[in-house]
C-alpha cells in the first residue's frame, strides 16, 4: 500500500511538472491540429486522419520516453482537447468493422430442387445433372465502403488551377503533413510527391493528380490546420503574396550587376563572369545599353520586355560574337534570372 501510494505522488508530481517546450511538443501540436481536423468527416477519412495522429502520438512515446508527453501518452488522457483514450477505442471499432466486413461473403442463392424417384416412371426424360458438372461458386468480398475516383492529368486539369489555388493546394498539403517542398504556387516533383503521399494516405491511387472529390476531400480535412497555421504572419505572405511589382521604364532603366554562372558542359566550359550592364529605354518595349564583364569585354545591348519575360542580345563585336540572354523579371524584386546561348545560368540585381 505504502508503495502504491509512493508511486502515485510521483506519477502526480511528475505530471504536475511544467512542460518545457520541445521537438515532442511540436510533433505534439501537429498531431492536435490533425486530431481536431477530423471531426465531421466521414468515418473511412476520419480513420486515416486517427491513423497519422496515432502514428505522431507512437513516435513522441518512442523518441521522448521521459518526456511528461509520453507518459500521458501512455496513460491515454486527454491532452489539450486530444483524446488518447478515444482515438484509440474509434481506431479499435473500425478496424472491427473492417474485419467483419472483409468476412462477410456474397453467397449466390442455390435453387432448390427435387430429387429424381428411381422408381418412378416419370422421371424419364428429365435430365440428370452429374455432381462434377455443377457450377462452382466463387466467394466475392463485399466492395468496400469508400472508393475514392482515381485523379489524372485530365482530371486536375478540369480543376483549372491557378497561382493562388495551387498555393492553397500546397499549405493544405504542408499542414497535415504532406510537405509539397515550398509553397510558391508552382507544380513540381515535391508538389506531386506530397499529392501521391496524401492520396496514399487516403487509400486511393496514388497519381500525383488529383480530381473534384479528392480536392474536396483535402479542403475539409486540412481546414483546422490551415486557418492555425495562417495566424504566423511568414505563412500568410507565403500563402498570399503582394501583387508583383509593376515594370516600366522607371525602374528597367538604369545600372544592373549581373552574374553568369557557365558549367562544365556550356559552350564557355566551367567558368564564372561578372559584370555591369546599363540599360535605358528607347521607346515601346526596347531598351538599348551597354555591358562590361569582369574579362574586360564590352557589348552593345538591345533587349525587349514583353511582360515579366525579358529577351536581349549582347553584341560583342567580330571577334567574339553575339550572346542571347532570355530571362524573367521576379515578381518582388527587380531580379532578372534566365540563360544564355552559352548554355549559362544569368542573374542580375538593380543597382
Known sequence: MICRFIATASLAVLMAKPVLAGPEEALFETANIIYQSAE???PEMQKTTYESVRSILNQIVADYPASDLALQIILKEEIEGLDVANLNAVLQDAEESETAATEKMVVPAVPETTPLDPGNSNNE?????EQDTLPTLTLEPEEPLLSMPVGSEATERELDLDRQAIRDLQARLLVIGHDPNGVDGAIGRGTRGAIR??????SAEPTGYLNTSQLAALK???QLALDEWLKDDANARAYKPPPPIALGPRNMSGNWRYTTNCGANSKLGRTRITGNMTMRHAGGLNYTGTLVNSQGLRARLNATLRGRNI?????FGFLFGTVRTEARVDDQALI????DSNGCSFYARKS
Open 220 to 222: 475539409d480535412q486540412s
Open 125 to 129: 426424360g428429365d435430365e440428370v445433372i
Open 311 to 315: 529577351s536581349g542580345v549582347a553584341n
Open 336 to 339: 532578372l534570372r534566365g540563360r
Open 197 to 202: 503521399s496524401w492520396q496514399s494516405s487516403m
Open 40 to 42: 465531421g468527416l466521414p
